[in-house]
């Protein structure tokens, strides 16, 4: 078993599967951290990161300690022994607090041995407006289940609310409703999917159906019911030990709470360099899809993973603050203490179209795909502002806006997409349950001994090629050459085929490049035929 716990299965939020996609899972863990990669079609779309001893995961629960009630808040903190406390507003008590308030109860005194909750009598319904300060006491034990982990200084938040979510079905203690997931359309499955819950639901709980359970057999369904009955079974049975606040049910292996929630058939390869985790997601895609087992892969090359993969590089050119599109378009993302904002810029983007308002339309519509992967990619959460290039008119703003409500259905998180307002700005509001990914994409310069720092040559080779794209395609050079620093002459120069010779092929244009020590490391000069210096 590795440090991470694998062998162990968690719940995450479900992934909208919306169009069939090659999908790719690259997996890389060490004793420290586990990094893991969703490629959509060869592209990075996400990047999660797990390191081992983190306290809190989205869907752990816990035994706290009401610590300080906040009567102008509603609201209350929790103890969970960590410098960290809880918050839980009222709203977030749940409906059935009062029936898990006695149930926790009864159990730390050692009255309820009982797993099950054959026999318990339900406590009334909490009144959804209400004061939180009649409700809890300082000192007061409270079951909590993470629903946002800790980002900067503020403490996990939580929820009386518990659930365990299994691939198809997720179990409601204390709840008696059968729901169906809305995205589950025909009227039959609908029907057939109600009266199998109903004769295998168990007495004292609520069962609500996710859509990953539609064209599903009864035995699969039974078997993923008497997994999440086994899971509760587990938190309970430490109820009667609890002597102070603890957790009590983790939320484990991130690698195989993923794959439960997006193995589906249009998923190729999973590759992990890890043996502990590779026999881990092994047993599990064994456990859940017989089927596919076989497309859980060990890598055992010297090459790093993501190195092999080109996930690095990805990382490195999608992290950065300035983000290049193959196209010449560009973005800037800035980050804020309130907000995200993004700006689109055409840059060296080839005009289509009859105009300047085609054109705008075309690099708004090629911005909207990426900042869409990047919202996903980054985690991006709170409130972003977009500002697209001007647009007159109105059926464009229409088109941009119906455009990127499409590209963002493939996205988890819960998002609000507002049309362009009169200043061609997009508000989009996403949720934020886990601190946004923020990765360095910035070296140590060479000329300044660590004293300083510049963007990644990565970037800069991505900047040449927007550059050299534009002065074939519309200023029609078919013969260049290219002034730059030796380590970026080497680095598209070398290996079979170089970056050099794919441009070439690409371009269907003669392209030379030399080296120049005089140049910095982001400095380039593009010379014609002539051998005469072309000013960008």
Not at 175 to 181: A, E, M
Not at 194 to 210: A, C, D, H, N, T
Not at 498 to 524: G, Q
Request: hydrophobic share 40%.
């Amino acid at each position: 078993m590795s440090k991470f716990g694998y062998g162990r299965l968690g719940t995450i939020s479900v992934f909208n599967i919306l169009s069939k996609v090659n999908k790719e899972l690259i997996i890389s863990a060490n004793s420290d951290e586990m990094q893991i990669a969703l490629l959509e079609d060869k592209q990075l779309v996400e990047l999660h990161k797990d390191k081992g001893g983190n306290p809190f995961s989205v869907g752990d629960v816990f035994v706290g300690k009401v610590r300080k009630i906040m009567p102008g808040l509603n609201a209350a903190f929790i103890d969970l022994n960590d410098e960290k406390n809880g918050f839980m507003h009222y709203v977030d008590l749940g409906a059935s607090y009062n029936s898990f308030n006695k149930y926790l109860r009864l159990a730390m005194n050692g009255d309820a041995a009982m797993t099950t909750l054959k026999g318990f009598t339900p406590e009334p319904i909490l009144e959804k407006n209400g004061n939180l300060s009649e409700v809890l006491k300082v000192g007061q034990y409270i079951l909590g289940q993470v629903t946002k982990e800790p980002i900067s200084t503020k403490g996990p938040k939580l929820t009386g609310d518990i659930s365990f979510a299994g691939r198809y079905l997720v179990l409601v203690p204390f709840g008696n409703k059968i729901s169906i997931s809305q995205k589950i359309r025909g009227s039959e499955e609908n029907k057939r999917l109600r009266r199998l819950m109903q004769s295998i639901k168990p007495e004292g709980f609520g069962i609500i159906v996710r859509t990953m359970a539609e064209g599903r057999t009864v035995s699969e369904l039974d078997a993923d019911l008497r997994n999440l009955l086994e899971q509760w079974r587990q938190m309970t049975s430490v109820l009667k030990r609890i002597s102070g606040p603890q957790k009590i049910w983790s939320e484990l292996g991130k690698a195989s709470a993923l794959l439960r929630d997006i193995l589906t058939d249009d998923f190729n390869t999973i590759y992990v360099d890890n043996e502990d985790v590779y026999n881990d997601v092994s047993q599990y895609v064994q456990s859940i899809a017989p089927d596919k087992s076989d497309i859980v892969k060990l890598y055992k090359m010297e090459t790093p993973i993501f190195e092999q993969f080109g996930i690095l590089r990805d990382i490195r050119r999608a992290f950065g603050r300035i983000v290049t599109i193959h196209s010449g378009v560009y973005l800037y993302v800035e980050h804020t203490e309130a907000m995200h904002v993004i700006d689109v810029n055409s840059g060296n983007h080839i005009k289509s179209g009859e105009g300047q308002e085609d054109t705008a339309l075309q690099v708004n519509m090629e911005s909207g795909k990426e900042i869409a992967r990047q919202l996903r990619l980054r985690d991006m959460g709170g409130i972003i502002i977009v500002d697209f290039v001007d647009m007159a008119k109105a059926e464009n703003r229409k088109k941009l806006f119906d455009f990127m409500t499409e590209e963002m259905k493939r996205d988890k998180a819960r998002h609000t997409i507002l049309p362009l307002s009169k200043f061609g700005l997009m508000q989009i509001t996403r949720q934020r349950v886990r601190p946004a990914i923020e990765v360095d994409v910035q070296e140590k310069c060479p000329f300044c001994d660590g004293t300083g720092h510049i963007r990644s040559s990565l970037v800069v080779v991505d900047e040449i090629e927007a550059d050299l794209r534009h002065l074939v395609t519309i200023q029609g050079e078919k013969n260049l050459t290219i002034i730059a620093h030796p380590y970026v002459q080497a680095y598209v120069t070398k290996g079979f085929p170089s970056m050099r010779l794919r441009w070439m092929m690409a371009l269907k244009s003669r392209v030379t490049v030399k080296a120049s020590e005089r140049l910095s490391l982001l400095e380039y000069k593009f010379l014609n035929s002539s051998g005469e210096e072309i000013r960008l």
